[in-house]
């Protein structure tokens, strides 16, 4: 089964810190891509981070990076100082090439909050 | 300009009712998704279609019924409302269905909110 685990339902912040969210999956393939999503209150769905599971090399976005321990089936978010308008749900997820079934797995999401 | 651009974003109706969902993007990708999330934030998918064919139809009421009529807009069509229908609803978008190569992303829009009273 594929599956993503968030095991943080819930993380805070103080702001200009860093902080990290979990993420494990479980796959058998040994090609996929990772994604965190940033969803805030508004609800919209925004990329936040993806990397390919090709890549040894950690992607990184500004203020937001990743480690991905590919052997541990771990793929972790560190966002560097904190702002308020981090705040937000983050959901990790992974993609499976395939021909067409569903290939996008979501964890079920972080609520971080950021403290002024 | 918005990639994927969905209307309405608020809806508020009365169980029985009938409503629709569009969804449009401007990103010239060939599959387009949707999916529910519900209270607890699960994010589920629905549907998707590739160049206006349906591939994925996960085990979704028949009240729900998906249209598009090109590459570019996958609506949705729900009959008879139901309390439990209430959610929000994402309409996305990919470059391709196989998940590989720069077309992994799955872009989303804005969501639909949708109420059943």
């Known amino acids: 089964a594929q599956t993503v685990t968030q095991s943080q339902p819930e993380m805070s912040v103080q702001e200009a810190e860093t902080v990290t969210l979990s993420c494990t999956y479980d796959?058998?393939?040994?090609?996929?891509?990772l994604f965190w999503y940033k969803q805030p209150p508004s609800r919209q769905m925004i990329l936040v981070i993806r990397?390919?599971?090709?890549?040894?090399q950690n992607a990184t976005e500004n203020r937001f990076s990743v480690n991905f321990q590919k052997a541990a089936k771990s793929f972790s978010l560190k966002i560097s100082d904190s702002q308020l308008g981090d705040a937000a749900m983050y959901f990790c997820?992974?993609?499976?090439?395939?021909?067409?079934?569903?290939?996008?797995?979501f964890g079920t999401g972080t609520r971080l909050t950021v403290i002024p | 300009d918005t990639a994927v651009s969905q209307t309405p974003k608020y809806l508020v109706t009365q169980m029985g009712n009938d409503k629709s969902i569009k969804c449009e993007q401007n990103l010239g990708h060939d599959t387009m998704y949707w999916y529910k999330q519900d209270s607890k934030k699960f994010l589920k998918i629905m549907f998707s279609?590739?160049?206006?064919?349906?591939?994925i139809n996960e085990t979704v009421p028949n009240r729900f019924s998906p249209k598009s009529p090109d590459k570019a807009h996958l609506n949705l069509h729900i009959n008879s409302l139901e309390l439990g229908d209430s959610a929000v609803y994402f309409c996305a978008s990919s470059q391709d269905r196989y998940g590989g190569g720069p077309g992994n992303t799955i872009y989303f829009g804005e969501g639909s909110w949708l109420t059943v009273v």
């Open positions: 279609y590739n160049n206006k064919e349906l591939i």
């Open positions: 990397q390919e599971a090709y890549k040894q």
């Open positions: 796959t058998s393939e040994s090609d996929y891509y």
């Open positions: 997820a992974y993609r499976l090439p395939s021909t067409g079934a569903n290939n996008l797995f």
